[in-house]
């Protein structure tokens, strides 16, 4: 029987990589990590190859279908799904190739930060990445990308040396220093609004495979006493030395002493990629200073290490996230984690404190198009989940005021583009501050029509 779609079906690499609801493959590509955001495509392009991206981005203009792009799905805003229009869903697309000698690697869009990792920690070598081992490398690498190794190598999209990007008319462009140099500056920070990006290149870093992990975990009345000597402590931690901060539950693992599970907790953790008699020296003032109620102090294999949060974040669950940028841990922005953490309800809900510095602060900020001011010295993001829809919104309540308190100490309105809940046009052009322009020019020259929307939107000039 023939339908609407079967121009673009004869098109594809394989008429099955497309898919309407009901048949095989839709449901799963339309089931993001965000369990609150359920929007259905009239149609999914499961892309295999550029041909299949060029040939979806063709139709859906031709047919006036709205287009969103899927790479790992993880986008609390849910902008991997349009309700009636055409997703491209790079989930099929996961080739990844690592050249050792020349400490390089090429990943396509659809890869996860789990499957990357493992391919670079074979040759022990890796990326900075985010601190879910399921998140899509490809949206949290247009849009910055804060991980572990933020400190010691820079943002993600701070060593993109290359990336095969297919833009709004279909052409495939190679976005390097040497070719379309502009389209490579925006792509790095830039998020998804200048075309689909179906092959990444990373410079990469000899890492592990063990590297040091101190964990502390504090009962909530030390938290005063924890963020005060944080804030020193961050000054003099070596800049290639990820820190971490949390305000969050205690999860019941091993270590954590089972009257303690799920118990509200505030968390210090700092990884090393040297030895342990140098990350001893490096965490030996915690203990010095403090009394932590849970310590784990061991070697872990880098690839364990970037999945040790991911059972904190399963997906599926109703999630709600707003961030700020701080400078520093003043004594005002300690006061409101102080008074909002406890107000939070669900385990599952909590509070990463990104902590900058290090690559991040030397790198330079005009070569890429991140927004966030290399100064910044803390990404807050206050994350609410409920594996039900009941009582999400008074998690995302609690998130919205906990936010609210924070922004009069926050650097700016701006914040982070890959933690933002929904569309907010004064926020993204604040995110971007100066560099806002520059990105108009270069939406208009890539997609004049802003074919890609669903993102932290920049409007073409
Ligand atoms: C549990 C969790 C943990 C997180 N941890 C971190 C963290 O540690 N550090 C950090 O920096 N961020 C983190 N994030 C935020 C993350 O960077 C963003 O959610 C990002 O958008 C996820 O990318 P994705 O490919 O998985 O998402 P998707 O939802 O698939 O994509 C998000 C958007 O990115 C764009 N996009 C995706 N793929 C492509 C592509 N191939 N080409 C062009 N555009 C594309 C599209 O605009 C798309 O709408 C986390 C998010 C979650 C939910």
Redesign the pocket.
Known sequence: MSNQFDALRAELTDPRTLCEPGEPGYDEAVR???GAITRRPSVVVRCAADLDVAAALRYAQGAGLEV?????????????LTDGGLMID?TPMKSITVDPDARRVRCD??A?WGELDAATQEHGLAVT????S???????T??????WLVRAFG??CQNVVGAR?VVADGRVLTASADENSDLFWAIRGG???F????EFEFALHPVGPLVQLGLFLFSPDQGAELFRFAREYVRSAPADYGVFLAGLSAPPAPFVPEELHFTPAFGLLVVGLGDADAHGAVIAPITAALQPIVQLVTPIPYVALQQM?DES?PWGLN?Y?KAVYVDDLTDGVIDVILEHQPKKIHPLSFV?I?VCGGAYAGADAEATAFGGRPDVGYVINI?GSTPDPDGFAAEREWVRNYWSALVPHATGIGS?V??MPEQDEERVRNAYGDKYARLQAIKATYDPDNV?H??ANIKPA
């Open positions: 993001i990590w965000n969103s792009v899927r790479g790992g799905g993880h986008n609390y805003a849910g902008f991997a790079l869009g659809g996860t990445g985010g601190f879910i399921h998140t899509g490398v490809a949206g949290l247009l849009g910055g990308g804060i991980g943002l993600s990007v998020g998804g609004n075309g689909v990006v179906t949060f974040a999630s996230e990463p990104f994350s982070y890959n933690f890609f669903l993102n």
